[in-house]
């Protein structure tokens, strides 16, 4: 008696719980307000050697409505901007990442004075060879740790990681 009435539960629950299971994947898209790029190009003669500088430009398209959270946020607020080259890469950042000067205003989700970016922006990082072993390199690695909100939410920190050729 008990098995039968477990069988039927099980057999007209299956279907409802596998419907509402691959349901939720669709209604629950993570949504990516900012789109970035990323090119390079060394500066000097091929093949590359160490100490050799390389130019990365790195570029954010940011969605109506959203603004990108700059490097320099006061503790209390949003995650602040932070670009890095991953480890065991042949580059190392070398001096200030260049930026335009971000916008500054009370952030309403947050109640704190946040600095932004809204519609683009482009940084421009300076590198330098700082490995021996550079034959054949041909790709740059940058991550990027970042927020965005809008005037009703804020997403999680995300952190992106992007690849470019490395152009001559």
């Known amino acids: 008696m008990i098995r039968a009435s477990i069988h039927r539960l099980v057999t007209h629950l299956a279907p409802m719980l596998l419907a509402l299971g691959t349901a939720l994947p669709i209604g629950a898209q993570i949504h990516h307000p900012v789109q970035w790029t990323l090119t390079a190009s060394a500066q000097g003669a091929r093949p590359l050697h160490r100490g050799q500088a390389v130019v990365a430009r790195l570029h954010a398209q940011i969605q109506r409505g959203w603004h990108l959270y700059a490097s320099g946020q006061e503790p209390g607020g949003p995650t602040a901007l932070r670009i890095s080259v991953p480890e065991r890469q042949p580059f190392a950042i070398h ?9 500054t205003a009370i952030d309403p989700n947050l109640n704190v004075e946040t600095r932004f970016y809204e519609d683009s922006v482009t940084f421009t990082i300076p590198l330098k060879v700082n490995s021996r072993h550079v034959n054949g390199i041909r790709k740059i690695f940058i991550d990027v740790l970042y927020q965005v909100c809008n005037q009703v939410m804020c997403l999680e920190p995300t952190v992106s990681h992007l690849t470019s050729q490395l152009k001559q």
């Open 95 to 103: 001096g200030d990442i260049s930026a335009p000067t971000p916008d």
